[in-house]
T-cell receptor, first 114, second 113 residues
Framework: NAGVMQNPRHLVRRRGQEARLRCSPM?????VYWYRQLPEEGLKFMVY????????ESGMPKERFSAEFPKEGPSILRIQQVVRGDSAAYFC????????????FGPGTRLTVT | QQQVKQSPQSLIVQKGGISIINCAYE??????FPWYQQFPGKGPALLIA?????SEKKEGRFTISFNKSAKQFSLHIMDSQPGDSATYFC????????????FGKGTKLTVNP
């Protein structure tokens, strides 16, 4: 049973470019969460999605960041016009629809903005 | 009110010893408290979790102790091994809501052989 998959694992972007991070949840999981981890810091919640719906985006910066989880395909976290402060590890987690609430994390995408 | 405070920031333990990491929270609506283990360059892995209707939960060498009145919970690692050296995060969430996890800042555990 494959775990949460994220790609790319490492992404380098120049300031002003766009970054697209992809997350495929575990099989059977329909809830996806995105978290950001800065060096030596804990994880910070960004957004919670179910298929085709954003449930909670209270942790998303108001500008340049967006997320989607389409009916088919992976969840996408999109960062437009990246700045150096966006450099971080971005983790996706998924949980099943059965109310168990356990979140399982992927290996993360490490974004470096030069 | 959404914070989870974790201590210590770092911990060094001898092999075979007990590692204890503590967390405290303010929001009494939190009702799910997981612990995650993270190795460098990897994603956090769910270790063990507890809900406030029990005061203790044990899985192998890992035990969560929960004190609802004090709004504190802790992770005990018995017979600590060098392979346990990692960063440990406590977290809390409100089930039935957005279920987003609020994380502590982490404890870097080093177990010396």
């Amino acid at each position: 049973n494959a775990g949460v998959m994220q790609n790319p694992r490492h992404l380098v972007r120049r300031r002003g470019q766009e970054a697209r991070l992809r997350c495929s949840p575990m099989k059977g999981h329909s809830h996806v969460y995105w978290y950001r981890q800065l060096p030596e810091e804990g994880l910070k919640f960004m957004v919670y999605l179910q298929k085709e719906n954003i449930i909670d985006e209270s942790g998303m910066p108001k500008e340049r960041f967006s997320a989607e989880f389409p009916k088919e395909g992976p969840s996408i976290l999109r960062i437009q016009q990246v700045v150096r402060g966006d450099s971080a590890a971005y983790f996706c987690a998924s949980s099943p629809p059965d109310g168990s609430y356990e979140q399982y994390f992927g290996p993360g995408t490490r974004l470096t903005v030069t | 009110q959404q914070q989870v405070k974790q201590s210590p920031q770092s911990l060094i333990v001898q092999k075979g010893g007990i590692s204890i990491i503590n967390c405290a929270y303010e929001n009494t609506a939190f009702d799910y408290f997981p612990w995650y283990q993270q190795f460098p360059g990897k994603g956090p892995a769910l270790l063990i979790a507890i809900r406030p209707d029990v005061s203790e939960k044990k899985e192998g060498r890992f035990t969560i102790s929960f004190n609802k009145s004090a709004k504190q919970f802790s992770l005990h690692i018995m017979d600590s091994q060098p392979g346990d050296s990692a960063t440990y995060f406590c977290a809390a969430s409100i089930q039935g809501g957005s279920e987003k996890l609020v994380f502590g800042k982490g404890t870097k555990l080093t177990v010396n052989p």
